[in-house]
């Protein structure tokens, strides 16, 4: 008996120079001194992914797959309070399920797939005299990914961002999120520092507001939803599809912001000193959701939040 292989790879993907999946970084920054012991830096940053790959089922063409869309439930937590029709989504015909003939090469053979990621940095550092140092500064970014093109002749084509994986719901048949691009995404963090005279206590406090977490809602359609407008059942045998309500990085939650302090104070013995530190860390005791569930069955229950207000001496 001769096992025939289930999956064939385009040889130039495997050999030749500069074939490898790759991502490219240029980054440029100006520091500059305002006025004395005041001083401003800027940074642009750019990355570029390059030389995607894919698999194709040549045993299928686009021509094997139906479209279909299904109406969201009504739910004031979706946009627009849901009802939207989300589509087009694809499902393989009936006659062609189970024949496979994978073959993986290159995704500029399909179509123009592309992804990148641009950022700015802002910061500022004052150190002016008496003992009172200042940082602090805005950090903000956002990414392009699109695979319509080859999502158009490639019905089965998935894909999962590299750049930001865990912030996007992964594209495949039955997501129609084939082009996103999302808006900025902007943090902010502050630190001070100032040393009280003569009594040697240094009092300190950093401050960081962070994006909210992007938020999905992931609906297992079941097959009464899909079949008024497939006009059948899915193929295969499967129960449901599971989409995304949701266009990605379009909602988020709330920002987190947290605020630290520090009270330290030197002890002199002779030659030799100790510093006792009198730390609260969240100290306006906030509580944004990091973590939320995305199961639409369960959704937006929280998994994780800030942790509480914590005193602690050191």
């Given at each position: 008996?001769?096992?025939?292989?289930t999956?064939?790879?385009n040889e130039?993907v495997l050999?030749?120079f500069?074939?490898?999946p790759?991502?490219?970084?240029?980054?440029?920054?100006?520091?500059h001194?305002?006025?004395?012991?005041?001083?401003?830096?800027f940074?642009?940053?750019r990355?570029i992914?390059?030389?995607?790959?894919l698999?194709?089922?040549?045993?299928t063409s686009a021509?094997?797959?139906?479209t279909?869309?299904?109406?969201?439930?009504s739910?004031?937590?979706?946009?627009?309070g849901?009802?939207q029709?989300i589509?087009p989504l694809?499902d393989?015909?009936?006659a062609?399920v189970g024949?496979v003939d994978?073959?993986?090469t290159?995704s500029s053979d399909y179509g123009?797939?592309q992804?990148?990621?641009?950022g700015?940095?802002?910061?500022?550092?004052a150190?002016?005299?008496?003992?009172v140092?200042?940082?602090?500064?805005?950090?903000t970014?956002?990414?392009t990914f699109?695979g319509?093109?080859i999502?158009?002749?490639?019905?089965?084509?998935s894909?999962l961002?590299?750049?930001t994986?865990?912030a996007?719901?992964?594209?495949n048949?039955f997501?129609p999120?084939?082009?996103v691009?999302?808006?900025f995404q902007?943090q902010f963090k502050f630190?001070?520092?100032y040393?009280v005279p003569?009594?040697?206590?240094?009092l300190a406090g950093?401050?960081?507001?962070?994006?909210?977490w992007p938020?999905m809602?992931?609906y297992?359609?079941?097959?009464?939803?899909i079949?008024?407008s497939?006009g059948r059942v899915?193929?295969?045998?499967a129960?449901?599809?599971?989409v995304?309500?949701?266009a990605?990085?379009?909602?988020?939650n709330?920002r987190?912001?947290?605020?630290?302090?520090?009270?330290s104070?030197v002890i002199?013995?002779?030659?030799?000193r100790?510093?006792?530190?009198f730390?609260?860390?969240n100290?306006?005791n906030?509580?944004?959701?990091?973590l939320?569930n995305?199961?639409y069955?369960?959704w937006l229950?929280?998994q994780?939040i800030l942790?509480?207000?914590?005193?602690?001496?050191?």
């Amino acid at each position: 008996q001769v096992l025939a292989p289930t999956v064939r790879w385009n040889e130039d993907v495997l050999r030749g120079f500069g074939v490898r999946p790759y991502n490219w970084e240029f980054s440029a920054g100006i520091q500059h001194e305002l006025v004395p012991r005041v001083g401003l830096e800027f940074g642009y940053f750019r990355r570029i992914f390059g030389n995607f790959t894919l698999t194709d089922n040549l045993a299928t063409s686009a021509a094997d797959y139906d479209t279909f869309s299904i109406p969201a439930p009504s739910d004031s937590r979706l946009p627009g309070g849901g009802g939207q029709t989300i589509g087009p989504l694809f499902d393989l015909k009936p006659a062609k399920v189970g024949q496979v003939d994978n073959y993986v090469t290159f995704s500029s053979d399909y179509g123009k797939q592309q992804e990148h990621w641009n950022g700015v940095d802002l910061t500022i550092s004052a150190r002016p005299r008496n003992g009172v140092t200042l940082q602090g500064g805005v950090s903000t970014g956002r990414t392009t990914f699109d695979g319509c093109e080859i999502r158009d002749s490639l019905p089965e084509f998935s894909w999962l961002p590299d750049a930001t994986a865990s912030a996007f719901a992964y594209m495949n048949q039955f997501n129609p999120y084939c082009r996103v691009k999302e808006d900025f995404q902007t943090q902010f963090k502050f630190l001070g520092t100032y040393l009280v005279p003569r009594i040697d206590v240094q009092l300190a406090g950093t401050f960081q507001s962070m994006p909210g977490w992007p938020i999905m809602a992931i609906y297992n359609a079941p097959n009464s939803v899909i079949q008024p407008s497939l006009g059948r059942v899915l193929s295969g045998g499967a129960a449901n599809a599971s989409v995304n309500l949701v266009a990605p990085v379009s909602e988020f939650n709330d920002r987190a912001n947290q605020l630290d302090v520090r009270a330290s104070k030197v002890i002199r013995f002779g030659s030799r000193r100790a510093t006792v530190n009198f730390d609260i860390y969240n100290f306006l005791n906030g509580n944004p959701v990091l973590l939320q569930n995305n199961n639409y069955a369960v959704w937006l229950t929280p998994q994780r939040i800030l942790d509480a207000r914590l005193f602690k001496i050191s």
